[in-house]
């Protein structure tokens, strides 16, 4: 079946240091979302993307969607303790389907 | 306006009950998605429904996991017989009709003593 893998499981970072994070799929996926979840809280989307190369901002987080929709990173630039959370990427293999979750990106920041 | 909800927010229950997990979705939101979320891992998808219909029952682990959604609105997911393997974190999410985000509720933590 379907499998989405994240690397790093954990990562810490220095505040002000940027990062990366990656999620691969074992298939071809039609979207992949990213999500955020704070320490004892649940999961808050923030971005979705579709196309095949697609890059998308959100202020100093990157999302970009690779050529053969396989993988996608989230890169984020000048950490800052409030990015402090647990990144999710969640694929899908047909447009309105259920998400297959990976199983996230811890984040520690140091001040 | 009002967000997912989900209740109750804990449950201890004894190996071999019975537990039902509620969940009310915001106000026309057709799809609803119920997930169980273990420790330190990503949620794992079980149940889906768009209105009253169950589209997608797939992740459901065993047949002791029953979820049904009869008005189209609050859903319900019940669990026979709990184990302790059941012992998780279950999150329920909807979805406006043409848009992929999803909103989550806050979640049940499920413990099985």
């Known amino acids: 079946g379907q499998q989405v893998m994240q690397i790093p499981q954990y990562q810490h970072v220095q505040e002000g240091e940027d990062f990366t994070t990656y999620c691969n799929s074992s298939?071809?996926?039609?979207?992949i979302q990213w999500y955020k979840q704070r320490p004892g809280g649940h999961p808050v989307f923030l971005i979705q993307?579709?196309?095949?190369?697609e890059v998308k901002k959100q202020k100093r987080l990157t999302f970009q969607f690779g050529e053969a929709k396989k993988n996608s990173s989230l890169h984020i630039t000048a950490t800052q303790t409030t990015d402090v959370g647990t990144y999710f990427c969640?694929?899908?293999?047909?447009?309105?389907?259920?998400?297959?979750f990976g199983a996230g990106t811890q984040v520690v920041v140091t001040p | 306006g009002a967000g997912v909800s989900q209740s109750p927010r804990y449950k201890v229950a004894k190996r071999g009950q019975d537990v039902a997990l509620r969940c009310d979705p915001i106000s026309g939101h057709v799809s609803l998605f119920w997930y169980q979320q273990a420790l330190g891992q990503g949620p794992e998808f079980l149940t889906y429904f768009q209105n009253e219909a169950q589209l997608d029952k797939s992740g459901l682990p065993s047949d002791r996991f029953f979820a049904e959604r009869p008005e189209g609105s609050v859903s319900t997911l019940k669990i026979q017989r709990t184990q302790q393997e059941d012992s998780a974190v279950y999150l329920c999410a909807s979805n406006r009709q043409g848009y992929n985000e999803q909103f989550f509720g806050p979640g049940t933590r499920l413990t099985v003593l």
């Open positions: 969640a694929g899908r293999t047909d447009s309105w389907g259920k998400l297959q």
């Open positions: 993307l579709v196309k095949s190369g």
């Open positions: 298939t071809t996926l039609s979207n």
